[in-house]
T-cell receptor, first 110, second 115 residues
């Protein structure tokens, strides 16, 4: 089993829709979590860190459920510009390593 | 600030040849990383460095070597390239301690084709 698993998608949604992605992790020692966005043939860029209490940044909301070992990303009022691949990342405590999921592809359709 | 730069942007390399991918950061981050990204496999860690003078092996280190002579530079060397090393290579850095929580910043990538 991969340490960080994501549904590869693609998720095809109309503009204005709400879409949610889940990501599961197997290493219970993972301490820090992040969502990155990657556009085609570009480098990953941080979308948001994920905190235990949940956090929101505009149309984006991230949640962490340690008991069930998953994190989620909710995108409200989807825009065409949200089309990208979203990478889930975990970082076990006591290590400098970051574990990446393979990504979930989102297509927002006009 | 430039952040992280990588060179070259892309390269076609004959099998058996050696090559060094360059990575430089100007953020004074202590940790640096090399990943390769292949379709369907996501980002896989090749080597990393917690601080200048130290390096460590990641998930797929075979065929690659790194050095960290100073804080800013973290070159990745392929001693004798093989076609399976065709990939997109990303360098990253973070200003993190072992307690976690800090963001990784990525360079623009090097697209390498080994023929």
């Amino acid at each position: 089993r991969k340490e960080v698993e994501q549904d590869p998608g693609p998720f095809n949604v109309p503009e204005g829709a709400t879409v949610a992605f889940n990501c599961t992790y197997s290493n219970s020692a993972s301490q820090s979590f992040f969502w990155y966005r990657q556009d085609c043939r570009k480098e990953p860029k941080l979308l948001m860190s994920v905190y235990s209490s949940g956090n929101e940044d505009g149309r984006f909301t991230a949640q962490l459920n340690r008991a069930s070992q998953y994190i989620s990303l909710l995108i409200r009022d989807s825009k065409l510009s949200d089309s990208a691949t979203y990478l889930c990342v975990g970082r076990p405590s006591g290590t400098y390593k970051y574990i990446f999921g393979t990504g979930t592809r989102l297509k927002v359709l006009a | 600030t430039a952040g992280i730069t990588q060179a070259p942007t892309s390269q076609i390399l004959a099998a058996g040849r050696s090559m060094t991918l360059r990575c430089t950061q100007d953020m004074r981050h202590n940790a640096m990383y090399w990943y390769r990204q292949d379709l369907g496999l996501g980002l896989r860690l090749i080597h990393y460095s917690n601080t200048a003078g130290t390096t460590g092996k990641g998930e797929v280190p075979d065929g690659y070597s790194v050095s960290r002579a100073n804080t800013d530079d973290f070159p990745l060397t392929l001693a004798s390239a093989v076609p399976s090393q065709t990939s997109v290579y990303f360098c990253a850095s973070s200003d993190s301690g072992s307690q976690g929580g800090d963001t990784q910043y990525f360079g623009p990538g090097t697209r390498l084709t080994v023929l």
